[in-house]
T-cell receptor, first 113, second 110 residues
Framework: EAQVTQNPRYLITVTGKKLTVTCSQN?????MSWYRQDPGLGLRQIYY???????DKGDVPEGYKVSRKEKRNFPLILESPSPNQTSLYFC????????????FGQGTRLTVV | GQQVMQIPQYQHVQEGEDFTTYCNSS?????IQWYKQRPGGHPVFLIQ?????EVKKQKRLTFQFGEAKKNSSLHITATQTTDVGTYFC??????????FGKGTLLTVNP
């Protein structure tokens, strides 16, 4: 089954404790991206990757890191989480073509206390 | 940078009433996509519009892309409780980036 898998689904952590949210897709998609969803703000892109070893900042990259060492995986790293990073996070993937849809993971609800 | 505005932010309707959400982009788009997110779920692709003036239908849903390829709308006829959720438009620019509107949360009173 074609899918994007995120882990964990839920996470409560403390300020400053490094964490990684994993994202994996099995569709051989070149393009992957991370979004955060906050009430009233919609989906905002954090980082994206057009292929292996190619990553770039989205609209709200501060406080986040990513890596793309393999085509299928695109982890999101929070080196020192802060409460303002409490949010619902989605990973998405798509083919790197103009007329193609994005597939989203199930989401990770992160709470930083 | 590219911005996509979506209105209204919320819409509450009685079951059987119609519903429309509108999107406007600050720049001309290569295409526009629509997604639905059920409560507690993740965005799921509904449809893509590519051509100027394009109209597509999916059962009770009608999607339109403006002549200038800067605006779009989603119209639901005779809403049902299964239509509940947040509807997002997403515009793709020439740089491939997909920019999402803030979404319209639709609630339906049975």
């Amino acid at each position: 089954e074609a899918q994007v898998t995120q882990n964990p689904r839920y996470l409560i952590t403390v300020t400053g404790k490094k964490l990684t949210v994993t994202c994996s897709q099995n569709m051989n998609h070149e393009y992957m991206s991370w979004y955060r969803q906050d009430p009233g703000l919609g989906l905002r892109q954090i980082y994206y990757s057009m292929n292996v070893e190619v990553t770039d900042k989205g609209d709200v990259p501060e406080g986040y890191k990513v890596s793309r060492k393999e085509k299928r995986n695109f982890p999101l790293i929070l080196e020192s989480p802060s409460p303002n990073q409490t949010s619902l996070y989605f990973c998405a993937s798509s083919l790197f073509r103009q007329n193609t849809e994005a597939f989203f993971g199930q989401g990770t609800r992160l709470t930083v206390v | 940078g590219q911005q996509v505005m979506q209105i209204p932010q919320y819409q509450h309707v009685q079951e059987g009433e119609d519903f429309t959400t509108y999107c406007n982009s600050s720049t001309t788009l290569s295409n526009i996509q629509w997604y639905k997110q059920r409560p507690g779920g993740h965005p799921v692709f509904l449809i893509q519009l590519v051509k100027s003036g394009e109209v597509k239908k999916q059962k009770r849903l009608t999607f339109q892309f403006g002549e200038a390829k800067k605006n779009s709308s989603l119209h639901i006829t005779a809403t049902q409780t299964t239509d509940v959720g947040t509807y997002f438009c997403a515009g793709r620019g020439s740089n491939y980036k997909l920019t999402f509107g803030k979404g319209t949360l639709l609630t339906v009173n049975p």
